[in-house]
């Protein structure tokens, strides 16, 4: 019995220890199976497409603008021409062609506005770029030829030699029409879901909000400018023909469409005339040039300035009152009423 006892103890023993063994063993292979088991479950387990956020080089401000409230946070947008530069005279450097040709997208209004444009595009030629013309399509104008069938021969003349020293004589200035700024945005909005379709519904979605403001200030401009005293405005940069043309105003250019352009003497005497004729009592500049020629016309006729803003970048002034697309042309809107109402 004492042997029975005490080899029924020992197999007891020897069960309790290969018990303990296999316990240990089935633990370490459960964690070892529980972390391959979850590493394996990372690695083979479906996962949602990443989503691709586009990366987009803009021209200009109200390029920038336009593609921003479209895309939101879904995309990177850089704006390639600085704050405070004036557009007319940029020109891309080789670090900014190399940064163009490794983004997704690149929007531009066209119209020639950006005469680099085509260089860009031949540099990139083969990349995957998408080019983005946000003018096409619409009805592009040449320099100021509204006026040239709303006034006087006097003034026609003015225009003509204007045109002389416009661009090719396309004006580019489509976005300071915003029934125009409506077509620019679904243009862009139409190229960036063919470059992301994944996101085609929220461009759309950001379009749309974006769009119904800019009708909104397209009905503030209607009915602001329906009855007022006189219907036309002086300008010294001719960047106001579409904006002009859309709500039946006529613009009266110091300059051509270059802003930086000096008219000849005949033409400022031929603006002074035409002010003095019609009384003409505020003389608009524009944000980022001189405003001298503006000043010099104001001083002979006894007349005030003030700001008609191109929006082809934003001032330093424009960036600390938060001023955006909408903001600078409801402040346009302010300057015309009361010039058109004196």
């Not at 946070?73 to 600085?82: N, Y």
């Not at 930086?260 to 005949?266: K, R, T």
Request: glycine share 6%; hydrophobic share 40%; charged share 25%.
């Amino acid at each position: 019995m004492k042997f029975s006892i005490r080899h029924l103890a020992v197999l007891s023993l020897s069960s309790l220890l290969i018990a303990a063994g296999c316990g240990n063993n089935n633990a370490s292979t459960n964690t070892g199976s529980s972390t391959n088991t979850s590493a394996t479950a990372t690695a083979e387990a479906p996962t949602a497409p990443a989503s691709h956020k586009l990366n987009i080089k803009v021209s200009f401000y109200p390029m920038y603008e336009f593609t921003k409230n479209i895309t939101g946070d879904l995309a990177d947008v850089e704006a390639l021409i600085p704050p405070g530069i004036e557009p007319h005279d940029w020109e891309p450097t080789a670090q900014d062609m190399a940064q163009i040709t490794k983004a997704d997208v690149l929007v531009y209004n066209g119209a020639g506005m950006e005469n680099w444009v085509d260089q860009v595009l031949d540099s990139a030629s083969g990349s995957k770029l998408v080019a983005v013309e946000a003018s096409k399509g619409l009805d592009i104008m040449e320099g100021a030829e509204e006026e040239e069938d709303e006034h006087d021969h006097s003034h026609e003349h003015a225009h003509e030699e204007g045109e002389d020293h416009d661009h090719g004589g396309l004006d580019p200035h489509v976005w300071l029409d915003p029934a125009l700024a409506v077509k620019e945005v679904r243009n862009i909005e139409a190229a960036l879901a063919a470059a992301a379709p994944e996101h085609a519904e929220a461009f759309k979605a950001n379009a749309d909000a974006y769009i119904s403001k800019l009708e909104a200030l397209d009905q503030e401009f209607r009915e602001a400018t329906k009855e007022v005293k006189r219907k036309d405005f002086i300008t010294q940069h001719a960047a106001f023909g579409y904006l002009a043309k859309e709500y039946g105003l006529t613009q009266v250019p110091i300059a051509g469409l270059s802003p930086e352009e000096e008219p000849s003497a005949a033409k400022m005497a031929e603006i002074v005339e035409f002010a003095k004729m019609h009384n003409v009592k505020t003389i608009f500049f524009e944000t980022l040039v001189s405003s001298s020629v503006a000043d010099t016309i104001a001083k002979e006729i006894g007349a005030k300035t003030a700001v008609l803003n191109p929006i082809e970048g934003l001032t330093e002034e424009d960036r600390s009152h938060n001023l955006d697309y909408l903001g600078i042309m409801l402040q346009n809107l302010e300057a015309l009423k009361i010039a058109l109402n004196e």
